[in-house]
């Protein structure tokens, strides 16, 4: 087949709802499938998670996974766009609700939902599926385990992170660069970072950074890009774009050392303070499933029970029990790790 009959013949399979894409230079008719036939598995549907989904949905990726391990609040429709107040009202679970909308947006494609905490445990099992991984999480912890995953299975992945006006964005590829630890050799102390929480998000913040990676996440897809690596920093409401050349260091842990130490590493405490969210998880030792119909009918006397079939929701004086389909119990209205576990001890059982 001559180039000419091979550009004809794939212009002729350009699927008119991306036309305006595909007809760019930089995307083309090949770019277009290769992302029609692609897996992208999103961490976190939060802020930078629902935007991420949505631009690449739009954008015509063909599959997703949309991991995300909690529930809608009020709150968060100041900066999550795929939400509205309906899912807030229907207590929905983000990757539920991502999901759903995400079949409104584009019918065309394939998206599952998982609800579940990336842990060391499952890290690898989403990894694996994915054709490039972006970052929707808000901490550290994370990303690390998603770094060791992504390299371990030599998978792209975009890291993106965002708090107040400003925000960061590297695309890593084990394949042809340095990794997140060539950049932070640790992640920070727990607590000593600010949050979005105590120091604010402007949304038109994570639309940038969002942008930005799934920018970068594209370009990957479409075809291996040529150049270095780079690290960007940007602020929106001062107007500026910083981007900084990353080299690979030879002694990285990561991807010099292959010690894959997050990914290593036993599961640990069994209870996370939600960062400034007024919230504790609790996680049980072992995945369990609960049986809400029994739950519902030992709670109801003790105080209001919510059931929408995803999750259980459990008020009771100023705390809120949210119980997953995995067994974990998201308490809200505390901080405390043992104000938490008692709770659940209390009234879950766990
Ligand atoms: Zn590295």
């Known amino acids: 087949m001559s180039l000419n009959e091979d550009t004809a013949s794939a212009?002729?399979?350009?699927?008119?709802?991306?036309?305006?894409?595909?007809?760019?230079?930089v995307v083309g008719a090949r770019g277009q499938q290769r992302l029609a036939a692609s897996t992208v598995v999103i961490v976190g549907c939060g802020a930078l998670g629902s935007m991420q989904a949505e631009l690449a949905a739009r954008a015509g990726v063909g599959r997703f996974i949309i991991v995300d391990r909690d529930v809608l609040e009020l709150h968060n429709l100041q900066r999550q766009?795929?939400?509205?107040?309906?899912?807030?009202?229907?207590?929905?679970?983000k990757a539920?609700?991502?999901?759903?909308?995400?079949?409104?947006?584009?019918?065309?494609i394939v998206t599952e939902e998982r609800v579940a905490d990336v842990t060391p445990a499952n890290v690898v099992e989403f990894v694996s599926q994915a054709d490039l991984v972006l970052d929707g999480t808000d901490n550290f912890e994370t990303r690390f385990l998603l770094n060791d995953a992504a390299v371990q299975q030599g998978k792209p992945w975009v890291y993106g992170g965002v708090l107040g006006t400003d925000g960061t964005v590297m695309a890593v590829r084990p394949a042809a660069g340095p990794c997140l630890r060539c950049v932070f050799p640790t992640p920070p102390e727990a607590g000593d970072m600010p949050t979005c929480e105590t120091q604010g998000v402007l949304n038109t913040a994570v639309a940038w950074v969002a942008g930005l990676q799934v920018t970068e996440a594209l370009k990957i897809l479409v075809?291996?890009?040529?150049?270095?690596s780079r690290f960007?920093?940007?602020?929106?409401?001062?107007?500026?774009?910083?981007?900084?050349?990353?080299?690979?260091?030879?002694?990285?842990?990561?991807c010099g050392l292959k010690q894959f130490e997050f990914l290593d590493a036993k599961r640990g405490s069994s209870s996370?303070?939600?960062c400034g969210r007024n919230a504790v998880q609790v996680t049980p030792a072992e995945p369990t499933s609960p049986d809400y119909d029994a739950l519902c009918a030992r709670l109801t006397p003790l105080g209001t029970v919510t059931v929408n079939g995803l999750v259980l929701e459990f008020a009771v004086d100023s705390h809120r029990l949210i119980v997953f389909p995995d067994g974990?119990?998201?308490?809200m209205g505390t901080t405390k790790t043992a104000e938490a576990r008692s709770l659940v001890a209390k009234y879950i059982g766990a």
């Open 11 to 25: 212009a002729s399979e350009v699927n008119p709802r991306y036309a305006r894409q595909s007809v760019l230079d």
């Open 81 to 93: 766009l795929l939400f509205d107040e309906q899912d807030v009202r229907d207590r929905l679970p």
């Open 96 to 108: 539920v609700a991502a999901a759903r909308r995400l079949r409104q947006i584009n019918s065309e």
């Open 223 to 228: 075809g291996e890009p040529a150049e270095d």
């Open 232 to 254: 960007h920093a940007l602020d929106v409401w001062g107007g500026s774009l910083n981007s900084v050349r990353i080299r690979r260091k030879d002694d990285c842990p990561c």
């Open 272 to 274: 996370t303070v939600f």
């Open 328 to 331: 974990r119990v998201l308490v």
